[in-house]
Every structure is written in C-alpha cells, then in structure tokens.
C-alpha cells in the first residue's frame, strides 16, 4: 500500500548505531531484507555484527522510531486509491496480511482514510511464523471465509509472494525500486504498478486457471 522500505532502513540504522554498529548497505542503499519480520532481521543482524541484544527489546525501539518517521511519510502507492475504490465498488473483500506490527497499519490507512475499505486486518504480530510461511495469509483468508484459492494476493516482496504462493492464492506482484531485482517468476502476473490492477484483471487470473 504504501513503500516504507527506506523507513524501515532508517529506523533498523538508527537502532544498530545506539549498539555502536554501523551497517553496510546492500547494493540498493539498504541494510535490511525486504518482506520479512523486524525479528528475523534483527536475527539477521546478530549474526552479521555479533549484536547480543534482546530481540523484543530492538524489536521495540525499532518500531518506536518508525512509528515517528511513518507520522511524517506516509504516501500511497501509485494506483491504491483507485484500486480500492474499483474493489469495493464490485463488492470485493478485501483483507491486509502485514508483515508490520498492528499499531503500524493501523496510523498508515487511519492517515490515508482508508479503513473502510478493509473487511480484515492481519498482521505479522498475530502469527507464530511471518512470512515466507504461509501463516499470515491463511489466518487472512480464514478472516474473511473465503478459501485461499479463491484469493489473489498483491505483493511488492518475493518473501510475501512465496508466502501467499503457499497458502495457496493466486500471486500478483507488484515489484517496487528495491526489489525489482528479484525473482517473480512463480507469480500468476507482474505489474508495473498497482494502476495496472483491477477487478476485471484478477477476474482473468481465475479464468486463465480455468482453461
């Protein structure tokens, strides 16, 4: 809905730097792994520069600091707008399955005027195993009584599109400036955008099945 990948690499540096750590960037300007928890990149990060640190405890200045940058940044993704409107316009429901913590999602589609268009919210605090598990897209799709395979998950992550792959929905990615580089291949589509999607396109995902 929204690319928070930058703030995510801010808040993540932030919190390493108060350990006396300065961490390398990848090659996109980022230090962590898009689409999978706070925790496990924190567990990441242990085993990269040896942080012998509680996890809950990084995990909740981390999301103290990227709650304040979100308060200041929080722009949708080009086409969300439309899309939802497109969506609710045709009496589809729609679900969230976040890796994010609830408190997160929450102030960002509260700030975009957007809760109304969500039957169901998951997020990745509400899950044993965060994505690539299937977890958070099962529990999304048992949220709104619909089985996975009448479900088509939009995905801007590899680890998200092989989370929802699992569970059984039908993928659509939806690749952002960070994680062009990665393999989609196994997706059912890749979109430029989220303005290339709507309910008569993933109509055609459930009939190309079909044929």
């Known amino acids: 809905m929204v690319d928070t990948e930058y703030l995510h690499h801010q808040s993540f540096?932030?919190?390493l730097e108060q350990y006396g750590i300065t961490p390398m960037p990848n090659a996109l300007g980022v230090i962590h792994i898009s689409g999978i928890s706070a925790e496990a990149n924190w567990e990441r990060f242990g085993r990269l520069y040896g942080l012998d640190a509680d996890v809950a405890e990084l995990s909740r200045k981390k999301s103290h600091i990227h709650l304040g940058l979100l308060q200041d940044e929080v722009t949708p993704m080009p086409g969300l707008i439309k899309l939802?409107?497109?969506l609710h316009m045709h009496g589809q429901h729609i679900a969230i399955a976040s890796s994010s913590i609830r408190e997160h999602i929450d102030m960002i589609i509260d700030r975009l005027s957007i809760t109304?268009?969500?039957?169901?919210?998951v997020s990745g605090d509400e899950v044993i195993h965060g994505k690539p598990a299937?977890?958070?897209?099962?529990?999304a799709a048992s949220a709104l009584g619909i089985e996975p395979r009448?479900?088509?998950a939009l995905e801007d992550a590899v680890k998200g599109a092989q989370a929802a792959s699992a569970a059984g929905m039908r993928v659509v990615?939806?690749?952002?400036?960070l994680t062009r580089h990665?393999?989609?291949?196994?997706?059912?589509?890749v979109v430029g955008s989220l303005e290339d999607v709507d309910d008569k396109m993933l109509d055609r995902l459930f009939q190309d099945a079909q044929k």
């Open 150 to 152: 009448y479900c088509v």
């Open 173 to 177: 990615a939806v690749p952002t400036e």
């Open 134 to 139: 299937p977890d958070i897209y099962l529990k």
């Open 182 to 189: 990665e393999d989609f291949s196994f997706a059912d589509a």
């Open 116 to 121: 109304h268009y969500f039957n169901v919210v």
């Open 13 to 15: 540096k932030a919190v």
């Open 84 to 86: 939802l409107k497109n």
